[in-house]
């Protein structure tokens, strides 16, 4: 009796299992073969990549890397297929472009403009703002904020670089004769420069409050970066019951609940000016060109020239100095043109936008003066000449930049330029398709719904288009090398109709900020370039932190051998 009782439970134990495990592999077979027989599949299959594996595809390759190591496997794919290489994650066809001819395909189109999934992680941050929205919605804002970003606004934010950039040299000098890393100087400076000119908070104005935003927007970038390279932090379910959301959440409540308060008090300081007849100028005011202005060569920047065929909507240097105006950071200029009808923005957008330019600027220019003043830490020759310019233009004075003293950093310029070269900050950009693709390249076809990833980093160190790639030379810049050159082989600010509004912003401030710290101090670095160890989540850094050791500047002009 008792033995014929176990029989039975044996063959129902075995039935429980194996009816769940027919259906499961049953799916798992269906899902294989809706994967083989789908169009992203089978046209994806046609481009060179890895083998794959059923479900996972190229998935596995990256399992277990550590966020550093996976720049070196990516590069390694790159070197074995070529300029464009496919990989599936799962179903996902992810195709990485390096050669400028395709990369311009996508770039420079009107339709590709849809960022791809991985900018979600964004969302609960900068809602609709400029680098995550799409189609009508991203063309209208486009239109509005490109403006406040022209160069006569620009010269207005000179005297903030400058003020700034004298307080971190004030805080250098507690790192005289240490080694330390330059990289949290950089963060906090950009911050506060941010803060400045995107809200109107300065030093004096800001509270408690302004610290707190500058350590949450360090904080949350910290916190979708760890999203990007941690892979099961990727999906909204388990993200949700981390630690980390409950920090983001925080987070959130302190940037959004800045923001608000600024634009809160902004807008009822404008209505009270208003009352009082007080109207401040409008971007078009602000931004208006005298036409007897004569554009002088002298006025045009390296990057007037290297930029020239990006085809994007961002202004030239294309006059004289228009004197003294009045400086209004971003946000009065957006409250202002919504408030006198210019746009519709609500204070919902505005305070979108707000947040998407301190994003955008913070990381990315700390990030890209770091790797200069490392560079010039380990040449001490492009130092010297950097230097000897400065020299040329200031002699031993202290006294702070003008704009005109900027267009005579030509050398300076170069060496920013060619650090932006190797070091990318933004090391890849990704766009999702709607449409199929013909790119260059053996007219491959890049299908509708896959992601693409334009590799700038691997572009820009390609033989194809450097002489040395690999060598930090400045001169790749002067203008008989540029003038040849591939503009899509050059796209640290990415190009075309969504490249970066903030490139001429950021290009003076590091002007600024790199020629006032080389003024006052000497770069030394025993790291070299082989050393580096780069981590390429969202934004090109050192994991092994940015190491530099400074001593006080003797300011005579130096002999270059
Ligand atoms: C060295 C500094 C910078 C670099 C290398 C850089 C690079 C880039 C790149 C590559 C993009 C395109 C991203 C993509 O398509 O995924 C971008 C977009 C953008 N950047 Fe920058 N950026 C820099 C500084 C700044 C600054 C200082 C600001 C603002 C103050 C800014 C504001 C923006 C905005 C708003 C977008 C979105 C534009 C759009 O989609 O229409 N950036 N940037």
Redesign the pocket.
């Known amino acids: 009796m008792a033995s014929i009782f176990d029989t039975s439970h044996e063959a129902n134990y075995s039935r429980l299992i194996f009816y769940p495990l027919l259906l499961v592999t049953s799916l798992l077979w269906i899902l294989h073969r809706w994967q083989k027989n789908s169009r992203l599949y089978q046209l994806g299959h046609l481009l060179p990549g890895p083998e794959t594996v059923p479900f996972f595809g190229n998935a596995l390759l990256a399992f277990g890397k550590r966020p550093d190591q996976l720049v070196d496997v990516a590069l390694g794919y790159a070197d074995k297929y070529g300029s464009v290489v496919r990989g599936f994650l799962g179903t996902k066809l992810v195709v990485f472009l390096a050669d400028a001819d395709d990369v311009e395909v996508i770039l420079n189109s009107q339709v590709h403009i849809d960022?791809s999934s991985e900018?979600r992680f964004f969302k609960p941050w900068l809602g609709e703002?400029?680098?995550i929205s799409t189609g009508k919605k991203?063309r209208y804002h486009?239109k509005i904020?490109a403006p406040t970003?022209h160069i006569n606004i620009l010269k207005s934010f000179v005297d903030v670089f400058n003020q700034n950039s004298k307080n971190v040299v004030e805080k250098l000098q507690s790192e005289v004769g240490k080694t330390f890393d330059v990289h949290d100087h950089m963060s906090t400076a950009t911050v506060d420069i941010?803060l400045e000119?995107?809200m109107g908070i300065t030093r004096k104005t800001q509270d408690e409050s302004g610290f707190d935003y500058a350590m949450a927007v360090m904080k949350m970038c910290n916190i979708i970066h760890q999203r990007h390279y941690k892979f099961w932090l990727r999906f909204d379910a388990l993200f949700n019951i981390t630690p980390f959301f409950k920090q983001q959440q925080k987070l959130l409540d302190i940037i959004h609940g800045l923001t608000n308060k600024v634009i809160k008090s902004k807008k009822q300081t404008y209505f009270e000016n208003k009352a009082r007849g007080f109207i401040p100028p409008t971007i078009e005011e602000l931004t208006r060109t005298n036409d007897n202005d004569v554009l002088a060569n002298d006025n045009k920047t390296v990057s007037d020239t290297v930029f020239k065929g990006y085809r994007d909507d961002l202004d030239f240097n294309d006059e004289n100095d228009i004197g003294e105006k009045k400086r209004l950071a971003f946000l009065d200029l957006m409250i202002e043109s919504a408030q006198n009808g210019t746009n519709q923005l609500t204070d919902h957008e505005i305070k979108e936008e707000v947040d998407?330019?301190m994003f955008?600027?913070h990381d990315?220019?700390a990030?890209?003066s770091s790797f200069v003043l490392c560079l010039l830490g380990i040449y001490k020759d492009i130092q010297a000449k950097v230097y000897n310019e400065l020299y040329e233009i200031f002699g031993a004075s202290d006294r702070p930049a003008t704009f005109a003293d900027t267009l005579q950093m030509k050398y300076l310029e170069r060496v920013i330029l060619e650090s932006?070269r190797m070091y990318?900050?933004?090391p890849v950009?990704?766009?999702k398709l709607n449409s199929d693709v013909k790119i260059a390249t053996n007219n491959y076809v890049l299908p509708a719904g896959c992601t693409v990833v334009i590799a700038?980093y691997k572009i820009h160190r390609s033989p194809k288009y450097y002489k040395d790639p690999d060598t930090f030379n400045p001169d790749n810049f002067l203008p008989e090398n540029t003038s040849n050159r591939h503009y899509y082989s050059y796209?640290?600010?990415?190009a075309g109709p969504?490249?970066?509004?903030?490139?001429k912003?950021?290009?003076l401030?590091?002007k600024i900020l790199l020629s006032t710290i080389l003024r006052n101090y000497e770069c030394v670095s025993d790291v070299p370039e082989s050393e580096f160890k780069l981590l390429a989540d969202i934004i090109l850094k050192r994991s092994d932190g940015f190491r530099l050791q400074i001593r006080p500047r003797v300011r005579t002009p130096i002999n270059v051998a």
């Open positions: 960022k900018y703002g400029l680098l991203w486009r904020i970003f941010l000119t995107a998407t330019i955008e600027g990315t220019t990030a890209g932006l990318p900050p933004v950009i990704a766009r700038t796209i640290p600010f990415s969504r490249s970066c509004v903030g490139r912003y950021a290009l401030k590091l």
